[in-house]
């Protein structure tokens, strides 16, 4: 079965840095874009980052561009999300995905990135 698992989150301060982590199995990991997602409490879940098949292209959410970055290992499945100049309105929790999620398709526990001084 489909396996994510997140992790690597924590709390940080505000311009502080964390790195997640996502350790993907029981599908083919290098032939999926891939995706990183966080969502609030209340609030509906976000597209944060995109990448490609072969990491040539990514995308950002306009809130962090500039600040994190996507990255992926396909020989190891995993799948990254640096975040550098943390604000408290990243406070979220961060899920890793496939790029297109089917409704089918299941969502690992998430890791939680708390932003506060």
């Known amino acids: 079965q489909v396996q994510l698992v997140e992790s690597g989150g924590g709390l940080a301060q505000p311009g502080g840095s964390l790195r997640l982590s996502c350790a993907a199995s029981?599908?083919?990991?290098?032939?999926?874009?891939m995706s990183w997602y966080r969502q609030v409490a209340g609030k509906e879940r976000e597209l944060v980052a995109s990448?490609?098949?072969?990491?040539?292209?990514?995308t950002y959410a306009d809130s962090v561009k500039g600040r994190f970055t996507i990255d992926r290992d396909n020989a190891k499945n995993m799948l990254y999300l640096q975040m550098n100049s943390l604000k408290p309105d990243d406070t979220a929790v961060y899920y890793c995905?496939?790029?297109?999620?089917?409704?089918?398709?299941?969502w690992g526990k998430g890791t939680l990135v708390t932003v506060s001084a």
């Open positions: 995905n496939k790029a297109w999620v089917h409704a089918t398709d299941s």
């Open positions: 029981g599908f083919d990991f290098s032939g999926y874009p």
């Open positions: 990448i490609t098949v072969l990491s040539g292209t990514t």
